[in-house]
């Protein structure tokens, strides 16, 4: 009872018992009195503390013992003054007056006059600064604890000079004297305290007493810690010093990577901790009642409503661009995110267990969480069950460093916790968390954001994308377009990409980032500027990979093939919008070529019913590269003929089949025509049939200006046989589709849905049966049936009507031609699509592509077709 009334006056608790370990424990340095600072001994004694010079501070603080034994056998009394003619701590009082020099210097003693003044350590007993039970005056001799007791007297000198805002004598302690080579002594107990470990011993020692006295307060109710407030304010400024004096220590150790520099490290790490800890504990105290609001019916809902975000998520999410990491573990919530990056901060093993035992006693629970923690990570633990909870939690686990982190966790958590009460019962809370700890505005709404684009609800993600605007800009989460595209609201994820300004960013992005703004830029649309977009990320990749300045990406990042991401990124996506049509006629340089090439011909093989293949054809056609799409058709041919033999059609698709390859043939011939007659010879005996295609890295491309007057007829070519074949799919009736196509049916998935069933791990694209419909349409683009557009006949009509006997032709999709207005929030800016961008040659954005230009050579013979 006593220690608790000194402990509410200020003054430090003790346990009145006889050994030396109950003296030990001090705990706070402050003295067992409040000292009168009016009183001249007190001011006296701390001047002469002040004054001191710090190389005798340790002379002051050993115990001396009186050496007349020559003369009186029964002295060796403790000391308590010093002799003013020598200033030695030789004599006791009453040796000083039967002796004539001092036994140490053997200066003569005045006979006259005041021979002793007291010593500085018994000065401060007197003066009340150090409590009286610490007086080894009045108690007895132990020789074996003798090198303890004057430590512990110089750690009473610290803890006066923190009591009494006289840090600066330590930090120079440790400078002027520790740190000095030439401060050395023969004598043992000098030599001990002259070293820096009895300041860290100091430092540490005191922030354990600290952290005992914070459990008491700790473990009492809202009340009763409320009453404590000027107790915890008093411990913050001494843990404030505390930290101070050990960032002393790491300026001198600066240059080592000595044991010591790494256990005062640890040290430090715990104090900021604590009382960052404190802080949210002082702020917890104003804001109990916050602890009744619950927007949740229960704990139990509430856990039950965070795994449904979690799954409805996994459902959403695109796969991973490298097809390294699992779909449930891309799928990631903003908290999930947020409390793995703090969880790889955690800092488990300390040199000192038990201080991190004192640290984890600090929560209410008395330190389970903590061990829960470190078993299962800090994911599980969300959402938090109260938030006293959350406070112990995220400021006792995790590095001091991640306190803005941890604070934005918070603001997250209160937000789950209460969005939907009123906001009069609870917004006053966050706004003085915001005025308490100079959290801006900025970091407010983006908390809020990301509660609201993890919760599933359309309320939730509408009140996300009005307040995208205010905090989109250079700092925004990469992960929130990612998001936003994934709850199909690419429009809102093209502006956040936008106004974050990564399409004009010097710095290399990761690869998902890269994946994302590709992915985002085609659902909306935009194909030029995705094209332009992987272009300009596939080349910085290139020459920082080739400069050796990757940045820390995972290393599945840096061991694939950008290129060849972005490239198949692209293709599978415009495969799945029925916009390989456009594609084909992008300037690709011969890089692209190649994985453009594999995945369009991958495709046809997987789906040899789709006219996927017969527009690779026209790609090499559109370049006059007659002898690749030679090539190409006979492996199509040879495709469509093995799947025919294997399984089993009607005659209708056959028929189909059978007119396609007839049509593709027909057109490669007329096209070899234009061959030299040499290297027509050479095809039709079988000399070039095996050609590298885009395997050959020596292959040179053609200029399209030079191949345009060698090849003059092409246009007529191409008139001459438009009549003959339209753009088409080929579909079996339901009834064999399903062991056709291997249960999956390309053609029914709606042009709108993500491409979950594709992996980037390969570049063979495969299937998913969890695949989503979804009814809205894409802006207005050209026509995918641009191609088909270029041939009209009669024979083209019949097969018309046979596909429409068969259901129809489902990759014959009709596309709006006017203009669609989309917007981001019920009047949020209109989204435009390529149609405007590709009247000008992209010749003009892309530097050093010397193919033709595609989309002239479609709107030509869009031209030629209508004379």
Same mark, same amino acid.
């Given at each position: 009872?006593?220690?608790?009334?000194?402990?509410?006056?200020?003054?430090?608790?003790?346990?009145?018992?006889?050994?030396?370990?109950?003296?030990?424990?001090?705990?706070?340095?402050?003295?067992?009195?409040?000292?009168?600072?009016?009183?001249?001994?007190?001011?006296?004694?701390?001047?002469?503390?002040?004054? %001191?010079?710090?190389?005798?501070?340790?002379?002051?603080?050993?115990?001396?013992?009186?050496?007349?034994?020559?003369?009186?056998?029964?002295?060796?009394?403790?000391?308590?003054?010093?002799?003013?003619?020598?200033?030695?701590?030789?004599?006791?009082?009453?040796?000083?007056?039967?002796?004539?020099?001092?036994?140490?210097?053997?200066?003569?003693?005045?006979?006259?006059?005041?021979?002793?003044?007291?010593? #500085?350590?018994?000065?401060?007993?007197?003066?009340?600064?150090? +409590?009286?039970?610490?007086?080894?005056?009045?108690?007895?001799?132990?020789?074996?604890?003798?090198?303890?007791?004057?430590?512990?007297?110089?750690?009473?000198?610290?803890?006066?000079?923190?009591?009494?805002?006289?840090?600066?004598?330590?930090?120079?302690?440790?400078?002027?004297?520790?740190?000095?080579?030439?401060?050395?002594?023969?004598?043992?107990?000098?030599?001990?305290?002259?070293?820096?470990?009895?300041?860290?011993?100091?430092?540490?020692?005191?922030?354990?007493?600290?952290?005992?006295?914070?459990?008491?307060?700790?473990?009492?109710?809202?009340?009763?810690?409320?009453?404590?407030?000027?107790?915890?304010?008093?411990?913050?400024?001494?843990?404030?010093?505390?930290?101070?004096?050990?960032?002393?220590?790491?300026? +001198?150790?600066?240059?080592?990577?000595?044991?010591?520099?790494?256990?005062?490290?640890?040290?430090?790490?715990? %104090? $900021?901790?604590?009382?960052?800890?404190?802080? @949210?504990?002082?702020?917890?105290?104003?804001?109990?009642?916050?602890? *009744?609001?619950?927007?949740? /019916?229960?704990?139990?809902?509430?856990?039950?409503?965070?795994?449904?975000?979690?799954?409805?998520? $996994?459902? =959403?999410?695109?796969?991973?661009?490298?097809?390294?990491?699992?779909?449930?573990?891309?799928?990631?919530?903003?908290?999930?995110?947020?409390?793995?990056?703090? *969880?790889?901060?955690?800092?488990?093993?300390?040199?000192?267990?038990?201080?991190?035992?004192?640290?984890?006693?600090?929560?209410?629970?008395?330190?389970?969480?903590?061990?829960?923690?470190?078993?299962?990570?800090?994911?599980?633990?969300?959402?938090?069950?109260?938030?006293?909870?959350?406070?112990?939690?995220?400021?006792?686990?995790?590095?001091?460093?991640? $306190?803005?982190?941890?604070?934005?966790?918070?603001?997250?958590?209160?937000?789950?916790?209460?969005?939907?009460?009123?906001?009069?019962?609870?917004?006053?809370?966050?706004?003085?968390?915001?005025?308490?700890?100079?959290?801006?505005?900025?970091?407010?709404?983006?908390?809020?954001?990301?509660?609201?684009?993890?919760?599933?609800?359309?309320?939730?993600?509408?009140?996300?994308?009005?307040?995208?605007?205010?905090?989109?800009?250079?700092?925004?989460?990469?992960?929130?377009?990612?998001?936003?595209?994934?709850?199909?609201?690419?429009?809102?994820?093209?502006?956040?990409?936008?106004?974050?300004?990564?399409?004009?960013? &010097?710095?290399?992005?990761?690869?998902?980032?890269?994946? &994302?703004?590709?992915?985002?830029?085609?659902?909306?649309?935009?194909?030029?500027?995705?094209?332009?977009?992987?272009?300009?990320?596939?080349?910085?990749?290139?020459?920082?990979?080739?400069?050796?300045?990757?940045?820390?990406?995972?290393?599945?990042?840096?061991?694939?093939?950008?290129?060849? $991401?972005?490239?198949?990124?692209?293709?599978?996506?415009?495969?799945?919008?029925?916009?390989?049509?456009?594609?084909?006629?992008?300037?690709?340089?011969?890089?692209?070529? !190649?994985?453009?090439?594999?995945?369009?011909?991958?495709?046809?093989?997987?789906?040899?019913?789709?006219?996927?293949?017969?527009?690779?054809?026209?790609?090499?056609?559109? =370049?006059?590269?007659? #002898?690749?799409?030679?090539?190409?058709?006979?492996?199509?041919?040879?495709?469509?003929?093995?799947?025919?033999?294997?399984?089993?059609?009607?005659?209708?698709?056959?028929?189909?089949?059978?007119?396609?390859?007839?049509?593709?043939?027909?057109?490669?011939? !007329?096209?070899?025509?234009? #061959?030299?007659?040499?290297?027509?010879?050479?095809?039709?005996? /079988?000399? @070039?049939?095996?050609?590298?295609?885009?395997?050959?890295?020596?292959?040179?491309?053609?200029?399209?200006?030079?191949?345009?007057?060698?090849?003059?007829?092409?246009?007529?070519?191409?008139?001459?046989?438009?009549?003959?074949?339209?753009?088409?799919?080929?579909?079996?009736?339901?009834?064999?589709?399903?062991?056709?196509?291997?249960?999956?049916?390309?053609?029914?998935?709606?042009?709108?849905?993500?491409?979950?069933?594709?992996?980037?791990?390969?570049?063979?694209?495969?299937?998913?049966?969890?695949?989503?419909?979804?009814?809205?349409?894409?802006?207005?683009?050209?026509?995918?049936?641009?191609?088909?557009?270029?041939? !009209?006949?009669? #024979?083209?009509?019949?097969?018309?009507?046979?596909?429409? =006997?068969?259901? /129809?032709?489902?990759?014959?999709?009709?596309?709006?031609?006017?203009?669609?207005?989309?917007?981001?929030?019920?009047?949020?800016?209109?989204?435009? +699509?390529?149609?405007?961008?590709?009247?000008?040659?992209?010749?003009?954005?892309?530097?050093?592509?010397?193919?033709?230009?595609?989309?002239?050579?479609?709107?030509?013979?869009?031209?030629?077709?209508?004379?």
């Amino acid at each position: 009872m006593e220690g608790r009334r000194l402990f509410d006056e200020g003054a430090a608790i003790h346990s009145d018992s006889d050994n030396r370990s109950s003296m030990v424990r001090h705990t706070t340095g402050h003295p067992s009195l409040q000292p009168n600072y009016s009183c001249q001994k007190v001011q006296k004694a701390l001047e002469n503390l002040a004054s %001191i010079d710090l190389s005798e501070l340790c002379n002051e603080a050993k115990v001396e013992h009186c050496r007349a034994t020559r003369d009186l056998r029964s002295c060796g009394r403790c000391v308590q003054s010093v002799l003013i003619s020598c200033g030695h701590a030789s004599l006791c009082q009453e040796c000083s007056q039967r002796c004539d020099a001092c036994p140490i210097c053997r200066l003569p003693i005045p006979k006259t006059g005041n021979r002793l003044s007291l010593r #500085l350590y018994y000065e401060c007993i007197e003066a009340g600064l150090i +409590s009286k039970r610490y007086d080894d005056r009045f108690q007895e001799k132990d020789g074996e604890k003798q090198p303890a007791a004057d430590v512990e007297r110089l750690h009473l000198f610290f803890d006066v000079a923190l009591e009494n805002n006289l840090l600066s004598l330590i930090c120079l302690y440790i400078t002027d004297v520790c740190m000095d080579e030439s401060a050395v002594s023969s004598d043992p107990v000098v030599a001990m305290l002259l070293d820096e470990v009895v300041v860290k011993d100091w430092c540490k020692r005191t922030f354990k007493n600290i952290l005992m006295e914070l459990q008491s307060i700790y473990n009492l109710n809202v009340d009763e810690m409320k009453e404590k407030s000027n107790t915890l304010l008093k411990f913050k400024s001494r843990l404030t010093s505390i930290s101070t004096v050990l960032e002393e220590f790491e300026s +001198s150790f600066k240059d080592s990577l000595s044991a010591q520099l790494h256990d005062i490290h640890h040290l430090q790490e715990s %104090i $900021v901790k604590t009382k960052q800890h404190m802080e @949210m504990i002082i702020w917890y105290t104003r804001h109990e009642s916050l602890e *009744d609001l619950n927007q949740h /019916g229960s704990f139990s809902s509430w856990r039950s409503e965070v795994r449904e975000r979690k799954s409805m998520a $996994v459902k =959403r999410a695109w796969p991973s661009p490298t097809g390294t990491t699992s779909e449930k573990d891309t799928a990631m919530l903003f908290i999930e995110d947020a409390l793995s990056n703090l *969880d790889t901060q955690q800092e488990y093993a300390t040199t000192d267990r038990d201080v991190e035992l004192k640290i984890a006693s600090l929560q209410k629970d008395g330190g389970l969480s903590f061990r829960r923690i470190k078993m299962e990570g800090l994911v599980g633990s969300y959402p938090f069950e109260n938030l006293r909870s959350a406070i112990d939690i995220l400021f006792l686990c995790g590095s001091s460093d991640m $306190v803005v982190a941890k604070q934005a966790i918070l603001l997250y958590y209160l937000f789950d916790r209460m969005w939907k009460i009123p906001d009069d019962k609870w917004r006053y809370c966050v706004d003085d968390f915001s005025a308490t700890f100079s959290i801006a505005r900025h970091s407010i709404l983006e908390s809020f954001t990301f509660y609201l684009l993890d919760d599933h609800s359309d309320e939730a993600l509408q009140e996300a994308c009005r307040l995208l605007p205010e905090i989109s800009g250079p700092t925004t989460h990469p992960k929130v377009a990612q998001v936003l595209l994934e709850r199909q609201n690419p429009y809102a994820a093209l502006m956040v990409l936008r106004w974050s300004g990564t399409a004009t960013a &010097t710095d290399l992005p990761s690869l998902n980032q890269a994946v &994302t703004a590709v992915r985002v830029r085609v659902e909306c649309g935009l194909l030029l500027e995705a094209f332009m977009h992987q272009r300009s990320i596939s080349t910085k990749f290139k020459k920082t990979k080739s400069r050796n300045e990757l940045p820390s990406f995972d290393d599945s990042e840096n061991e694939v093939d950008w290129l060849e $991401v972005l490239v198949t990124e692209i293709c599978i996506l415009c495969i799945r919008r029925n916009l390989v049509d456009r594609i084909i006629g992008l300037p690709w340089n011969f890089e692209e070529e !190649k994985h453009l090439h594999k995945c369009l011909l991958d495709y046809a093989s997987d789906e040899p019913l789709t006219n996927t293949g017969s527009l690779l054809v026209v790609y090499y056609l559109q =370049r006059y590269r007659y #002898l690749e799409a030679y090539q190409v058709d006979r492996k199509l041919q040879s495709i469509e003929n093995e799947f025919v033999s294997r399984n089993p059609i009607n005659d209708d698709v056959a028929n189909r089949m059978s007119f396609i390859q007839r049509w593709r043939g027909e057109f490669v011939d !007329k096209s070899i025509q234009l #061959l030299p007659e040499v290297e027509q010879q050479k095809l039709k005996s /079988g000399q @070039m049939t095996d050609l590298p295609l885009a395997e050959n890295n020596n292959s040179p491309q053609v200029k399209p200006n030079i191949v345009q007057e060698q090849n003059p007829t092409l246009p007529s070519l191409l008139f001459q046989m438009g009549g003959q074949i339209e753009n088409h799919s080929f579909q079996a009736p339901k009834s064999n589709y399903k062991s056709v196509s291997k249960n999956f049916k390309f053609d029914d998935i709606n042009t709108t849905t993500p491409l979950r069933e594709f992996n980037r791990g390969s570049s063979r694209i495969r299937k998913n049966k969890h695949i989503q419909n979804d009814q809205n349409d894409l802006p207005s683009e050209d026509s995918p049936n641009s191609i088909s557009r270029l041939f !009209k006949s009669p #024979l083209q009509e019949q097969v018309l009507k046979s596909s429409s =006997r068969l259901g /129809g032709d489902l990759m014959d999709i009709s596309w709006s031609n006017k203009e669609e207005n989309v917007n981001v929030n019920n009047g949020g800016p209109r989204w435009r +699509s390529d149609d405007a961008e590709e009247h000008e040659s992209p010749e003009r954005f892309i530097t050093g592509v010397s193919v033709n230009t595609p989309s002239k050579g479609l709107r030509r013979s869009r031209r030629l077709a209508g004379r």
